[in-house]
C-alpha cells in the first residue's frame, strides 16, 4: 500500500533574516522542514550551518530536515542529528563510508537519508538500503533553489521504488517540485515532497503544502 504523501517545504526559499517565523507560516501543514546546509565546496553555494540549524530547532516544533550538500559528512553529518534534527541525509558523492555514516546518524535517533545527484545512479546502493530510512533522488542539481524540474530523472525514481520494494525507506525527491510537477514524482513512486519556491513562493506557503499534497495522494491513489 501506497504511503500517505509527507511534504517538506525548503526554507532556501525562505527569508533567512526571519527563520522562524517562516518556518511558523507553515506550522501544522508541513510533515518536516527542508534545511539546505551548503558548504560552497560540495556545491557552489553557501547557505548555514550547524549553529543555525541548532537556533532553528529550539524555534520550531515541526521535524527538521537536513540535507547536507557538503563535503566530508562523514564528520559533520552526525552532529545535525546529536543537534535534534529529525532526518539527516548526506549525499553519497561526498561520503566515504556511507554504511558506518548511516549507522552513525540512526545511532543518535535521526532518521538516515542518502542523496543521489541527478547523474548518480541507483543500482550500485541496492544493498545499502536496508541502512537507510530514506533515499533523496535529487530532480535538479543541487545547490540552488528555484530551477526547472528535470523528468530525466523520473526513470531512476521508479526505479529506486522498485529496488526499495518493501523496505521502510522513504523516497523522497527535491528540486524543482511544483504544482504541475509532484504528480510525475508520486507516480512514479515518491513517498517525500521537497518544496522551496512552490511553497514560500506561495502568497499562503501553507496552503500551497496543502494542496501539493492534494495532488500527490491524487496521483498515487
Ligand atoms: C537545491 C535544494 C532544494 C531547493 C529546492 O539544491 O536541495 O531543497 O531548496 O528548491 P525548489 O523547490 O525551489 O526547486
Ligand atoms: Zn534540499
Not at 521508479?158 to 518493501?166: E, F, N, P, S, V
Given at each position: 500500500?501506497?504511503?500517505?504523501p509527507?511534504?517538506?517545504?525548503?526554507?532556501?526559499s525562505?527569508?533567512?533574516?526571519?527563520?522562524?517565523?517562516?518556518?511558523?507560516?507553515?506550522?501544522?501543514?508541513?510533515d518536516?522542514?527542508?534545511?539546505d546546509?551548503?558548504?560552497?565546496?560540495?556545491?557552489?553555494?553557501?547557505?548555514?550551518?550547524?549553529?543555525?540549524?541548532?537556533?532553528?530547532?529550539?524555534?520550531?516544533?515541526?521535524?527538521?530536515?537536513?540535507h547536507?550538500?557538503?563535503?566530508?559528512?562523514?564528520?559533520?553529518?552526525?552532529?545535525?542529528?546529536?543537534?535534534?534534527?529529525?532526518?539527516?541525509?548526506?549525499?553519497?558523492?561526498?561520503?566515504?563510508?556511507?554504511?558506518?555514516?548511516?549507522?552513525?546518524?540512526?545511532?543518535?535517533?535521526?532518521?538516515?537519508?542518502?542523496?543521489?545527484?541527478?547523474?548518480?545512479?541507483?543500482?550500485?546502493?541496492?544493498?545499502?538500503?536496508?541502512?537507510?530510512?530514506?533515499?533523496?533522488?535529487?530532480?535538479?542539481?543541487?545547490g540552488?533553489?528555484?530551477?526547472?524540474?528535470?523528468?530525466?530523472?523520473?526513470?531512476?525514481?521508479?526505479?529506486?521504488?522498485?529496488?526499495?520494494?518493501?523496505?521502510?525507506v522513504?523516497?523522497q525527491?527535491?528540486?524543482?517540485?511544483?504544482?504541475?510537477?509532484?504528480?510525475?514524482?508520486?507516480?512514479?513512486?515518491?513517498?517525500?515532497?521537497?518544496?522551496?519556491n512552490?511553497?514560500?513562493?506561495?502568497?499562503?506557503?501553507?496552503?500551497?503544502?496543502?494542496?501539493?499534497?492534494?495532488?500527490?495522494?491524487?496521483?498515487r491513489?
Open positions: 500500500m501506497a504511503r500517505a509527507q511534504i517538506s517545504p525548503s526554507i532556501l525562505a527569508d533567512f533574516a526571519r527563520l522562524a517565523d517562516e518556518a511558523a507560516r507553515v506550522e501544522g501543514a508541513a518536516w522542514l527542508h534545511v546546509v551548503m558548504d560552497n565546496h560540495f556545491v557552489p553555494n553557501l547557505t548555514l550551518g550547524l549553529p543555525v540549524v541548532e537556533s532553528l530547532l529550539k524555534s520550531t516544533t515541526i521535524p527538521v530536515d537536513c547536507l550538500m557538503i563535503e566530508d559528512p562523514d564528520r559533520w553529518a552526525p552532529q545535525y542529528a546529536e543537534a535534534g534534527a529529525g532526518s539527516v541525509t548526506f549525499h553519497v558523492e561526498a561520503a566515504t563510508a556511507p554504511i558506518k555514516l548511516a549507522r552513525e546518524i540512526r545511532a543518535q535517533n535521526a532518521r538516515a537519508g542518502m542523496a543521489l545527484r541527478p547523474a548518480t545512479p541507483v543500482e550500485p546502493y541496492a544493498d545499502l538500503l536496508p541502512e537507510l530510512d530514506m533515499l533523496l533522488v535529487m530532480t535538479v542539481e543541487p540552488f533553489g528555484g530551477q526547472g524540474f528535470l523528468d530525466v530523472v523520473l526513470p531512476k525514481i521508479r526505479r529506486a521504488k522498485a529496488l526499495i520494494g518493501d523496505l521502510d522513504w523516497l525527491v527535491d528540486g524543482g517540485v511544483s504544482e504541475s510537477t509532484i504528480e510525475r514524482c508520486a507516480e512514479a513512486g515518491a513517498d517525500v515532497f521537497v518544496a522551496g512552490a511553497v514560500y513562493g506561495a502568497a499562503d506557503p501553507a496552503a500551497a503544502v496543502e494542496r501539493l499534497r492534494t495532488k500527490a495522494a491524487q496521483a491513489a
